[in-house]
């Protein structure tokens, strides 16, 4: 049954309010790792997890010691706003050049039920084969999600539900060799604003 105009348009509009809500509740969460850095001595973003890399085995955080990690969460069904910025991350490392080599990008999903070690093999390569693709149970998935302090939530399609969206939180973060955070960037960042902010904070 197709949906009339109106219909639509409410749906979207819903949506849309949904991302400004995940916009404001990750901003919220981020802005208050100072006051807990004080207390604490270090930020409250990250720590240990178990996934699925996209070749199949299984991955922790141990499995990417020594290399400074640069996360993005989202999914490869995302219309925009991912592959976006996974295309942000990509030009960045390739701004700079060898200084970048061993810094790993990582895209990990907030959809396991689509998104399949498969079908994230597929997308992550259309960015580079520096790229990791990380999915997992649902468990998984929320108990990551958790650490990195990131906002999803579906958005039933009644129409098609198999085509369903996912609002979340678009924060790319960077963690250091030893899994500790360092920085964020929001999603307005450059590729050359990027590339500047990773070679400061990493010293390069």
Same mark, same amino acid.
């Given at each position: 049954?197709?949906?009339?105009?109106?219909?639509?348009?409410?749906?979207?509009?819903?949506? &849309?309010?949904?991302?400004?809500?995940?916009?404001?509740?990750?901003?919220?969460?981020?802005?208050?790792?100072? $006051?807990?850095?004080? #207390?604490? &001595?270090? #930020?409250?973003?990250?720590?240990?997890?178990?996934?699925?890399?996209?070749?199949?085995? #299984?991955?922790?955080?141990?499995?990417?010691?020594?290399?400074?990690?640069?996360?993005?969460?989202?999914?490869?069904?995302?219309?925009?706003?991912?592959?976006?910025?996974? $295309?942000?991350?990509?030009?960045?490392?390739?701004?700079?050049?060898?200084?970048?080599?061993?810094? $790993?990008?990582?895209?990990?999903?907030?959809?396991?039920?689509?998104?399949?070690?498969?079908?994230?093999?597929?997308?992550?390569?259309?960015?580079?084969?520096?790229?990791?693709?990380?999915?997992?149970?649902?468990?998984?998935?929320?108990?990551?999600?958790?650490?990195?302090?990131?906002?999803?939530?579906?958005?039933?399609?009644?129409?098609?539900?198999?085509?369903?969206?996912?609002?979340?939180?678009?924060?790319?973060?960077?963690?250091?060799?030893?899994?500790?955070?360092?920085?964020?960037?929001?999603?307005?960042?450059?590729?050359?604003?990027?590339?500047?902010?990773?070679?400061? #904070?990493?010293?390069?």
């Amino acid at each position: 049954m197709t949906s009339s105009p109106h219909a639509l348009t409410r749906r979207i509009a819903i949506a &849309g309010l949904c991302l400004v809500a995940a916009a404001g509740i990750a901003a919220y969460a981020l802005m208050s790792t100072p $006051q807990r850095q004080r #207390a604490t &001595g270090e #930020a409250l973003v990250g720590g240990p997890f178990t996934m699925v890399k996209h070749s199949g085995e #299984a991955v922790t955080e141990k499995t990417f010691a020594g290399k400074p990690m640069l996360l993005f969460f989202g999914y490869t069904f995302c219309p925009d706003v991912c592959p976006t910025e996974l $295309q942000v991350m990509a030009e960045a490392l390739r701004q700079l050049g060898d200084k970048g080599k061993d810094i $790993q990008p990582i895209f990990v999903t907030i959809d396991p039920a689509r998104d399949t070690p498969t079908v994230m093999a597929a997308y992550v390569a259309a960015f580079g084969e520096q790229f990791v693709g990380l999915t997992g149970t649902p468990e998984q998935v929320k108990q990551i999600a958790s650490a990195y302090r990131v906002f999803f939530q579906k958005v039933d399609n009644k129409d098609a539900p198999d085509a369903y969206l996912m609002d979340h939180s678009s924060i790319i973060y960077l963690m250091d060799g030893e899994g500790r955070f360092l920085k964020h960037f929001t999603y307005s960042t450059d590729p050359k604003a990027l590339a500047e902010g990773l070679a400061a #904070a990493l010293g390069r």
